[in-house]
């Protein structure tokens, strides 16, 4: 009987112990998934429920959108759809309907429910941003907006306006709704219907359209329709839809300039367009009341029927009417190029595509994309001189913040009046045309939002007790600039100087990489996160983008990213940005962005075909005392003395000519010469 008793025990003891193994088990599974998926970089889904109570603190920055919502919902009802698609796009219904105001987002509505979709960058801005209402979904690791959408279920029917949807993100949309039962609909934009200037919609206003001239361009605009019109052909295109507002303005040597309600977070010089281009022919929508006689004379010189180079100009507002008018009135039309999205691009818009026949009609790259990319010598002789003036004017700036903070010890410095003052020393470089982004001016905590932008309310003092990260560009006639430099005014910690140090080394890293030309710009991210990865750490964005001259900050089709699935392909003439970063939330942040130039590596001989290597054209120092030199290795302290001497022989001279003894100081100090007996190698080694 003991016997039976103490087998019963042990069983017993064996299915609890059994019990608790499991329960360890799937305790531990759980704890992975939580440091794999929610660092202290982000937050959870619904995390931004948590301060939703009656004693919680509302961030300063978050938006009450019940009322968009309620009025939204009933134009819904009105449209007979269930679910409303909202894409971001350059006019704010996105913001308007959310209070989101980040540069990646996009919204579905229904009855009960309101969800935003952005990337990392943003996690913690929309987490502030985003009222009750609303909750967040993080693009990589929530369901994709489509997928979400179609477990609606069988009979719901998702609308969205088809002018603001790129044709190829519309049909990959179409396609994993349908396999749910979910029906996507075209509906005119019901946004536009609530959202009026009575409540606060900006009035329309739109950009006058210049020449860029020769001396900037570097080519004829006609020169540039030849090379498309021998990519078409080549390609068996009867023509091409150019939808991309960056590519009309580069390939007809023109620009936007002035004010538009159209500007988003970034400041580009383009124009409401649209055009087309075939082997006999160009049309080109824009406003009529932009177009002058002046332009008209650009775009129609007098041989122009001999080179069929003659442009149609018409009205922007009938723009889909006049493309399907033209469609039927062509006697032997073949293939139309439509551009599928891209890098920063969303393609030509659904509209325009349901506009062409379906025999008429292909998705594809748009050849402008690497044409616009790689700049001709004289757009890259720019680039290179706009940097070295927007560096003055960086450095004159950065050089009077430490001063007043350091050495006069101000005390009224605020995110806003140091972005202000940025600004004005921007305004006073030859062919400055305005910034080319809102400038992420950020101090403490507010580093750690990734694309932060001050606003009244939420704007820091400015103060020696943590680190201050600006990330600000300029617009020039010659060229495009984006750079991000972190400062300490203060004593910094020992983890942020350790912090600085990784970013700065994987930066360097990249900077210094020989590649095959042509290789793809997925692959060379690992050199520039390696030395925060080491450490069980990374940051959420990409390390660098393509730059436009004179056009767009963010310029395809380079986009630095593991993760990527557009890959684009380093080639002589591109520019793009090196900028790894780190962010602790609720602590700090910091980037470092420097713009580097795609050039020839001489080899000898082409067994393996041509290499190419890169050049920084962006020339502000660094900070020394953010920097662990013993952590280095000798050959990243050789590109760090090489970067320096660049920069005073370059940015030094100019700082000296124009009498700002001051900031040639400030650049002198940090750009001394470092030995690399500084580095681990020779400490721990030699």
């Not at 609530?194 to 210049?210: A, H, L, M, S, Y």
């Not at 860029?212 to 006609?222: C, P, R």
């Amino acid at each position: 009987t003991s016997t039976r008793v103490y087998r019963k025990v042990w069983k017993m003891l064996n299915s609890i112990w059994s019990f608790l193994l499991l329960f360890a088990i799937v305790k531990c599974c759980v704890i992975f998934d939580e440091s794999a998926y929610s660092s202290i970089h982000s937050r959870n889904t619904r995390e931004i429920n948590t301060n939703c109570g009656p004693n919680d603190t509302i961030p300063p920055n978050r938006v009450n959108t019940t009322e968009q919502l309620r009025i939204v919902r009933k134009e819904m009802e009105s449209a007979n759809i269930t679910i409303l698609i909202v894409p971001l796009d350059e006019v704010g219904r996105l913001l308007w309907v959310s209070g989101f105001s980040g540069s990646n987002g996009q919204a579905a509505i229904t009855q009960e429910e309101a969800r935003l979709w952005t990337d990392g960058r943003y996690f913690i801005q929309a987490a502030d941003q985003l009222d009750c209402n609303w909750e967040m979904m993080k693009i990589g690791t929530d369901d994709s907006l489509e997928k979400w959408i179609s477990q609606a279920g069988a009979g719901n029917i998702a609308g969205a306006d088809p002018n603001i949807v790129g044709a190829g993100d519309w049909l990959d949309w179409e396609k994993v709704l349908e396999e749910g039962g979910v029906e996507l609909v075209t509906v005119d934009n019901l946004i536009d219907n609530v959202w009026t200037e009575d409540n606060g919609r900006p009035t329309p206003e739109f950009k006058e359209i210049v020449i860029h001239e020769m001396e900037f361009a570097g080519e004829d605009w006609e020169e540039k329709i030849n090379r498309v019109r021998e990519n078409l052909v080549e390609n068996k295109f009867f023509g091409m839809i150019v939808t991309e507002l960056d590519e009309i303005a580069w390939l007809f040597n023109l620009r936007g300039e002035g004010k538009s309600h159209r500007e988003g977070l970034y400041h580009s010089p383009t124009f409401q367009s649209m055009s087309i281009v075939t082997s006999q022919e160009i049309l080109l929508w824009v406003h009529p009341s932009k177009v002058s006689e002046e332009l008209t004379n650009h775009l129609n010189r007098p041989d122009c029927q001999s080179k069929h180079t003659c442009v149609t100009i018409k009205n922007i507002e009938t723009s889909l009417q006049d493309i399907s008018y033209w469609v039927h009135e062509q006697d032997s039309l073949e293939t139309l190029l439509v551009t599928k999205p891209s890098n920063y691009l969303s393609g030509a818009n659904y509209a325009v595509y349901k506009t062409i026949p379906e025999a008429y009609r292909a998705l594809g790259d748009s050849p402008i994309l690497d044409m616009k990319a790689i700049k001709n010598e004289v757009e890259t002789a720019g680039m290179v001189e706009a940097h070295i003036r927007d560096a003055v004017a960086l450095c004159d700036w950065a050089a009077m913040m430490e001063e007043q903070l350091e050495v006069l010890g101000a005390e009224n410095w605020t995110e806003i009046s140091a972005a202000d003052r940025l600004a004005e020393y921007r305004e006073e470089q030859p062919d400055n045309k305005g910034l080319s982004f809102g400038t992420i001016s950020a101090f403490g905590p507010n580093g750690a939002i990734i694309h932060y932008s001050p606003t009244p309310d939420t704007d820091a003092k400015i103060t020696r007790s943590s680190m201050f990260m600006v990330d600000s560009g300029g617009q020039y006639l010659d060229g495009t600039t984006d750079v991000t430099r972190t400062f300490h005014y203060g004593e910094p910690t020992e983890e942020q100087v350790e912090r600085y140090t990784d970013v700065l080394m994987g930066a360097i890293e990249l900077a210094r990489i020989i590649v095959p030309e042509g290789t793809q710009d997925t692959a060379v991210d690992l050199a520039t996160r390696q030395f925060l990865f080491n450490k069980g750490l990374d940051y959420r964005h990409g390390t660098g983008h393509g730059i436009g001259a004179y056009l767009e900050v963010h310029e395809g089709p380079i986009l630095v990213r593991m993760k990527n699935s557009k890959h684009g392909s380093f080639k002589v003439g591109m520019f793009f940005s090196d900028e790894p970063g780190y962010y602790k939330e609720g602590d700090y942040g910091l980037r470092l962005e420097t713009i580097l130039r795609v050039t020839e590596f001489e080899v000898d001989g082409e067994e393996y075909g041509k290499f190419v290597k890169f050049e920084p054209v962006t020339l502000v120092p660094f900070e020394p005392k953010l920097i662990n030199f013993e952590m280095m290795s000798p050959e990243q302290i050789e590109w760090y003395n090489n970067y320096n001497k660049l920069t005073i022989e370059k940015v030094g001279s100019r700082l000296l000519e124009a009498g700002k003894q001051t900031a040639y100081n400030w650049v002198e100090a940090r750009t001394q010469f470092v030995s690399p007996r500084e580095s681990y190698v020779f400490k721990k080694w030699l």
